[in-house]
């Protein structure tokens, strides 16, 4: 099964804290395979809001986004590639937001559409337990958090548990 794909951004800031930008993308699909992107900076963001704080959990600085962060069009042919005949679920809203930031800034379509996992969920008729259960194992497994990647490799690694039937 290498769908669905889970998607994870980290961004300057959180919307509560400012105009935030996605700095960092991941897709992970629950077969085990995921990318992840660095975003350099587009024009349009240069006076929008950067938090010291998430750069604290994140550990992605303004100066390795203009080093190593690719463009905004590379970013999304890229994700829309990975993410082909899948469909593509996220934990929190704000990944569909900074999604819709990033198409925005170089006037493109959305990819793909985001839906929120709940509904997977829902959909496999997962009890609140059995979730509860795939979420701890997925977090022992994959400790580490504010990292684009390794946030989506845990929804990926859950699912994955679930449909499975291994908690």
């Known amino acids: 099964m290498s769908c669905p794909a889970l998607i994870d951004f980290e961004a300057s800031c959180l919307p509560d804290y400012g105009q935030s930008y996605p700095i960092e993308v991941a897709l992970a699909r629950s077969d085990g395979s995921s990318r992840a992107w660095l975003i350099r900076p587009v024009e349009a963001w240069r006076y929008w809001d950067w938090s ?33 005949d899948c469909r593509v679920y996220a934990d929190a809203d704000l990944d569909q937001y900074w999604l819709e930031v990033l198409c ?31 979420v701890e194992a997925a977090r022992k497994r994959l400790p580490r958090q504010h990292l684009a990647r390794d946030d989506a490799q845990r929804l990926a690694l859950m699912v994955n548990l679930l449909v499975n039937g291994e908690v």
Do not use: Y
């Not at 010291?52 to 600085?61: F, M, Q, T, V």
């Open 52 to 84: 010291p704080e998430a750069e604290a959990l994140h550990g992605i600085s303004r100066a390795l986004l203009e080093t190593q962060g690719l463009t905004a069009e590379h970013v999304l042919d890229e994700m829309a590639d990975f993410a082909k």
């Open 104 to 134: 925005q800034a170089v006037r493109r379509p959305l990819p793909f559409p985001v839906h929120h996992l709940g509904e997977l969920l829902q959909e496999h008729r997962f009890t609140r337990d059995q979730v509860a259960a795939a």
